[in-house]
Structure formats: C-alpha cells, structure tokens
C-alpha cells in the first residue's frame, strides 16, 4: 500500500514539475522575421511560433494562454501552451500593445483608440482618440492602466485618464515590479517611478535601442534590445541573457503556477519523505 501510494506521488510530481519549470520561461515577439522566440530560464532559445505579419506586443491570460499582437495584419492571435494559435480579434488598426487586467479582459493600444475585450472577444472602446503608439500598456495592483505615447498616460477603471509622467522622450515598454514602481523605456535608458511619480534613472543608456520590458518571478528585469535581451538584476547589475534575435519587442513570462499547485508539490514532498524513513 505505502508503495503504491509513493509511486502515486512520484508520478504527481513528475506531472507537475514541467509546469513549475514551463512557468519560468520566457516569451519574445521578434517583428522581422515574424516569429515568437521561446526561451529557457538557461537562456536557450526556440522556436514558438512563425508565419506572422510583424509581431509586437506578447500576453499571457490567466489560463496561460499568450496573446500577440500583430501589427502588419491588424489581428490579436491566441496561442494555447502548445503553440496552437487561433484568431481572437481582427479588423484592428495598427494594434501596439496588450495587457489583461484582474478581471480577465484583454486591453489593446491602436493608433487610434483603447479597446477592451472580454474573455468571450466581446468588444468595446474602453479610451477613444490616440496618444501616439501605445505599444507600452501595464496595470498596477489599483486597476489603473498605464499606457505610452508622447508621455505616460494613466487610466482609471472607468476611463478617465491623465498624464502620469512626460519628458522623457518616446517612452515605448513598461512594466511594475513587485512592490508597484513602474519602469519606462526612454531615450534609450530605463527609468523607474514610485507609485507617486517620482523619477529616477535605473539604467543610464548603454543598451542599444531598448523596446519592451518585463519581470520575472524573481524580480529580475528583461529588456529588449533589438538582437539581444538584456537581464537586470534589482540592484542595476546588468548582463546578456540572450541574443541572435531578430528585431525583438515584445516580451512577456509565461504565468507561474497557482499557489495551489506550490502548495500540492511542498506537501506531496512531505509526504514523499516521511514514506521513505519508514519503507
């Protein structure tokens, strides 16, 4: 009985385990040769998903489903972890950038208009007029949407926005770290905002053309960089994750497991030692 019930938990963790690995991996748009790069934590690259028409903004839903942007054919196409893709949204001018609020929907910067997607692709213009090319958008722990342009616009849930920061220079990715500072992408440097606006420079130029942003579990940053991704650690100390891309944008983590599943695994473990002092 004990054995059978060890081979049990033996075969749960084995299921279990790619899909806390899976988590940690890293996803990125590479506009020119219209394909999705799939990397490893250890920095190995492959091939997600080819044959589209200048991809640039990446999102990963709830579910781990990622979405893309693309641009050249004016589609948001869905991915399932397998790489199936499917169509979720069409007829779009110019879509720049994606980022899914608490609730599930999905947001979607235009050169024209701000619009909202429901789970279901249900439509709606969620800010009408352009603020330039939105191919940043980010929500903070308040539900408020932060999006670029010729600045850092703020929206509220509702729709009301306002200038969150101006003056630095075409901001293009963003991105909140774990405690709710925002980072921008400007004039080719990294800059980082307190919840109440305050500036500072986290990375005073030194990388090339930087584009998009995102934080891993680990709250290490990820920057685009054209060829290469650049990793920053929290402290500002820099290095090469990645290179060889091909004009790279977009990025986004593929979502870690439910606390559930943390959960499951940690007392499967126990369980797992405490069969074994006594088998």
Partial sequence: MKKRLLASIISLL???LPRMVMGQNLFVANAANGTITQITPAGVPSTFASGLNFPLSLAFDSQGD???ADE???NIYEFTPSGVRSTFATGLGSPEGLA???GGDLFVGTSADIF???PAGMKSTFAAGAVGYPFGLAFNSAGDLFVNGSSIYEYTPAGVRSIFAAGIGNPSGLAFNGVGSLFAVG???IYEYTPGGVKSTFVAGGLGNPAGLAFNSAGDLFATTGSTIIEITPDGVKSTFAGQLSDSTGLAFQ?????STWAMLSMSALTLLGLRRKI
């Fill in 14 to 16: 084995a299921l279990s």
């Fill in 66 to 68: 990622l979405f893309e």
């Fill in 116 to 118: 909202e997607y429901t």
């Fill in 255 to 259: 979502p870690v497991p439910e606390p």
């Fill in 72 to 74: 050249g054919s004016g």
């Fill in 187 to 189: 004039s080719g440097s």
């Fill in 100 to 102: 899914f609020n608490s």
